[in-house]
């Protein structure tokens, strides 16, 4: 379905100026934008993928992962095809980069009302936006997002984290959670590896939780870009001055794919040595990622170290909680719906 873009300017020249994410493509008439899914047609912007549904799925919330929030709930799970970066490591970029590699937009047209009728069915506590770069669909996010919260269910962004403060200012109310990447701490990394800069994702990060939208950070480590104990503690470092100590810390194990073919797959240390330099700068809650069983995945208790969640990937096994409090030692836990 075609769509009028929110979020954009136009100019006497009938180019357009997109505010939608840290881009801000001027865009000449016929021309896309970074994303490859926003179009200028004759001097006013489309959105090229609003209510085409590229994949959907019922997933745990703690794949996305949020492990703060509701766990062991499901998220009904939706993308569409695109993407503002061009991460050479991409997980998903069959989907994500389609518009760019393949020259080709794909999904199935399905309107908001459906999508929240698909959560309701399957009993979803709430929808992730996800698999791809959810910001680059805002006007279909946007009116699912508004019709979620009129029916008792929460709005999660899988993202990352490169909006405008003004896709924010006007989508904050409906958002509830997000899992923000944070690639990496150095502008060489995001230019080279991404197509983007740093500091934005760093600025929608501290506005989130300005809007106090429940916030958890990824960071995927590759072995030789971004794993050194420097970065991995100014990582940290900004992570507990910057969003707070209560924010989680998703130190996820990288595996080669897409363009990245060259590194090897994350040794284990790495993540163990991940976890422990978070730690020590006063995080309260760091999880190894994509390395099920070995005890990484599960919350501790910051007072009493008592293991308050076990998890085996994304299930939860145990739960030592009492509203959201330790059961040993009775200290609040951090997040919502604990």
């Not at 505010?19 to 926003?38: D, F, K, N, T, Y």
């Not at 959907?56 to 062991?72: M, Q, S």
């Not at 730690?279 to 390395?291: D, H, M, Q, T």
């Amino acid at each position: 379905m075609l769509q009028e873009a929110m979020l954009y300017t136009k100019r006497d020249d009938q180019k357009v100026e997109c505010h939608l994410c840290a881009h801000r493509c001027i865009i000449s008439p016929e021309r896309r934008g970074v994303c490859q899914v926003r179009e200028n047609r004759a001097g006013t912007l489309y959105s090229l993928v609003s209510r085409q549904i590229i994949s959907r799925a019922v997933d745990p919330v703690e794949k996305k992962p949020l492990y703060h929030f509701y766990p062991g709930t499901t998220a009904y799970s939706v993308a569409t095809v695109g993407c503002n970066f061009r991460c050479a490591f991409c997980q998903n970029y069959e989907i994500s980069q389609m518009p760019r590699d393949q020259g080709r937009i794909l999904g199935q047209e399905i309107p908001p009302e459906d999508i929240v009728a698909g959560a309701r069915h399957y009993g979803c506590e709430s929808i992730a936006y996800t698999y791809t770069e959810p910001t680059v669909a805002y006007e279909f996010t946007y009116e699912c997002a508004k019709l979620a919260h009129e029916a008792g269910i929460k709005n999660i962004y899988v993202t990352n984290g490169y909006m405008t403060h003004e896709m924010l200012d006007q989508y904050h109310p409906y958002l509830d959670a997000a899992n923000v990447d944070l690639k990496a701490f150095t502008e060489e990394f995001y230019r080279k590896m991404c197509g983007a800069h740093l500091q934005p994702v760093l600025d929608s990060l501290k506005l989130m939780k300005r809007y106090n939208i429940w916030v958890e950070v990824t960071t995927l480590i590759i072995p030789t870009l971004n794993d050194s104990d420097a970065e991995l503690r100014d990582i940290a470092g900004f992570i507990a001055q910057e969003l707070g100590p209560d924010t989680p810390w998703h130190v996820s194990r990288f595996h080669p794919t897409y363009r990245l073919l060259d590194k090897p797959v994350t040794p284990v240390e790495t993540l163990a040595r991940a976890r422990e330099i978070g730690l020590k700068a006063g995080l309260r809650y760091v999880y190894e990622g994509n390395v099920p069983g070995r005890g990484g995945e599960d919350t501790i208790c910051y007072k009493c170290s008592e293991t308050v969640i076990r998890r085996w990937g994304f299930s939860v096994l145990e739960r030592r909680t009492v509203n959201g409090r330790c059961a040993k030692c009775g200290a609040q836990l951090d997040g919502i719906g604990l």
